[in-house]
């Protein structure tokens, strides 16, 4: 990843799936001459959020609470080190293996990729999302906890597959974060598995879900549909603050920055 102005970095092995990953956390501008605790937001896929939450956070500064922001990476995703193919390719099976709830069936079921050796690795190591779950709960966050002064108040963004990993454990495993940004989620995955985690709920813990996604995003015919249906449902939970939009004009990475501006300002919000 490319070096961030006032990122702190740290490297954990995950005693779960042995993977090495990269933290990056920036704290808020007056976090040392100061004893108080913050709220925290994560988000997966630095590599292309981080810089745009840690620029749409500090123009919102005036609009919601002062925030330690952390980025879950991968260590071995280095901008020096590897080419952009390869960088690509290693990233796309973490991405799989690390966001995704349920193995791939097959790849070219659901995006069609010219490297086949490349889709026969994607397809081995899908599906591990809840080792990635437990190492974000039990050594990401007691690691962040222990490191910086944070309140108990934590906020998960996910775009596309992270979408898609946001909502997953917002359903299974509500206890973590208290908000979620889901973005551009790929509802349709697994044919649209993640519903049947909205019917096998046997609890539901208060919650903040923002939706969104870009009005021009057409990769499959039912994710609009999708996301509507999602969005009716979990509005059907009790407890579950939620809200969603589509931002015309924009597509499935330039909806982000809008995305997440919104987002956070709903997350952070005192109206329900």
């Known amino acids: 990843m490319l070096p961030i102005p006032n990122a702190t970095t740290h490297r954990l092995k995950s005693k779960i799936n042995a993977v090495e990953y990269e933290l990056f956390v920036v704290v808020p501008a ?9 709220p925290v937001i994560f988000t997966t896929d630095p590599d292309f959020i ?34 952009e193919s390869t960088r690509n390719a290693r990233a796309e099976i973490h991405r ?9 069936d097959k ?8 490297d086949l050796e490349l889709e026969a690795k994607i397809v081995k190591h899908s599906g591990r999302a809840e080792e990635f779950k437990n190492f974000i709960a039990s050594e990401v ?21 992270g979408g898609l990993f946001a909502s997953w454990i917002a359903l299974n495993h509500p206890e973590i974060f208290q908000n979620y940004l889901v973005i551009s989620p790929i509802f349709h995955y697994e044919d649209g598995r993640i519903f049947e985690e909205i ?10 879900i923002y939706l969104s996604a870009g009005a021009c995003e057409n990769f499959h015919p039912d994710f609009f549909k999708n996301l509507k249906r999602f969005h009716a449902e979990i509005s059907a939970l009790e407890n579950i603050s939620t809200k969603l939009e589509i931002f015309e004009g924009e597509y499935h990475c330039s909806t982000l920055p809008l995305a997440i501006s919104k987002g956070l300002r709903f997350v952070f919000s005192s109206k329900p």
Request: aromatic share 14%.
């Open 199 to 208: 019917s096998n709920l046997s609890k539901v813990i208060p919650a903040k």
């Open 50 to 83: 981080f810089l745009i939450l840690l620029g749409v956070a500090k123009s919102l500064a005036t609009m919601i609470p002062e925030a330690i922001i952390v980025g879950i990476g991968h260590a071995d995703l280095d901008f020096k080190e590897l080419d």
């Open 141 to 161: 966050i007691p690691f962040i906890d222990k490191s910086y002064r944070t309140k108990a108040e934590r906020t998960l963004i996910g775009h596309s597959f």
């Open 30 to 38: 007056g976090y040392s001459g100061s004893k108080e605790r913050f």
């Open 96 to 104: 799989a293996r690390d966001l995704l709830p349920w193995k791939f």
């Open 107 to 114: 790849f070219t079921k659901f995006f069609t990729h010219a």
